[in-house]
């Protein structure tokens, strides 16, 4: 039987590796994005259908997700990755930015779920990816509200999880380290304030630290093939880490002030 997946932020990075992976593995594909009229070269190939998502805007999702059951007639996963990366000292960063920050890599994907839910749970079956991030379980300085719409997809999931484990859907969490896409450039938005020079030196060091670090990285095929372990693996797994440096064990095991100590030196050198 044909399985289809839904992606969400299709148009550049994970999102478009995973798409190429699934059609690759067979998969009817739903590649949703913001503009698929600039998706040429996913348009050219077979089993890849785009269509028009904007995570801010409910009629979008409501009107992409109705033509991916009328043109497939079922939807066996959906991927939440559409998602950017608000930086920068936090007294910077304006309400609008604030708010756009949660509107999108929060508010948007909860409002893909809501739209999908219903349907998987009248399957009595799918999988829901959420990307969140090393972030959503380390925050990292001069990242706060990065890190808190990642924190706050983390939670969203864990409990999710529970709560639609009798219907047969399961929800995976991935958290990536980083992974070179155009998050480094133009996904990555930096809060800035002319009159906050006061933050100028060290905000500088972690941004070349770590901007250096997403230009060292691999690419993001190695988050569309753990995203495809945890849509395929059949387990109640919930977290999948990619290029987490060990991050996760190390916050896990290590006493919180050690820990915020190895922070402070590796980020704020
Ligand atoms: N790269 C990393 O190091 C890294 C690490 C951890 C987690 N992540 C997460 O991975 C996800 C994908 O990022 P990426 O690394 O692949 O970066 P990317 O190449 O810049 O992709 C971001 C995608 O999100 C889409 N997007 C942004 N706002 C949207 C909206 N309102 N509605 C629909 N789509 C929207 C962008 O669409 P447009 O083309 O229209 O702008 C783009 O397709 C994000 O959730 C990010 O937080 C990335």
């Known amino acids: 039987m044909e399985r289809v997946v839904l992606i969400t932020g299709a148009s550049s990075g994970i999102g478009k590796e995973t798409a190429k992976l699934f059609q690759a593995k067979n998969w009817k594909v739903a590649a949703t994005m913001r503009s698929p009229e600039n998706a040429e070269d996913l348009k050219r190939i077979a089993d890849i259908e785009c269509f028009r998502l904007d995570v801010t805007d409910p009629a979008s999702i409501r009107d992409s997700v109705s033509s991916v059951i009328d043109k497939f007639g079922r939807l066996d996963a959906v991927v939440n990755n559409a998602g950017y990366g608000l930086i920068g000292p936090f007294e910077a960063a304006s309400e609008e930015q604030i708010r756009r920050q949660f509107e999108t890599n929060v508010f948007g994907l909860m409002a893909v779920c809501r739209e999908v839910i219903p349907i998987l749970r009248n399957q009595k079956r799918g999988v829901i990816v959420n990307v969140s991030s090393i972030s959503g379980l380390a925050a990292l300085p001069f990242s706060s509200l990065y890190a808190a719409s990642k924190f706050a997809v983390e939670g969203f999931s864990e409990s999710l999880a529970y709560e639609l484990e009798p219907f047969g859907i399961r929800v995976k969490i991935i958290e990536p380290g980083p992974i070179k896409t155009d ?87």
């Open 183 to 269: 998050f480094y450039s133009r996904s990555e938005e930096i809060a800035k304030d002319e009159n906050l020079h006061v933050y100028n030196e060290r905000f500088e060091k972690l941004l070349e630290f770590m901007n250096k670090g997403g230009e060292a990285a691999p690419d993001g095929s190695v988050v569309a093939e753990a995203i495809w372990n945890a849509v395929t693996d059949n387990s109640h797994r919930l977290r999948y880490g990619v290029n987490t440096k060990g991050m996760p064990a190390l916050k896990r095991l290590m006493p919180e002030f050690v820990f915020r100590a190895l922070t402070r030196k590796i980020f704020l050198k």
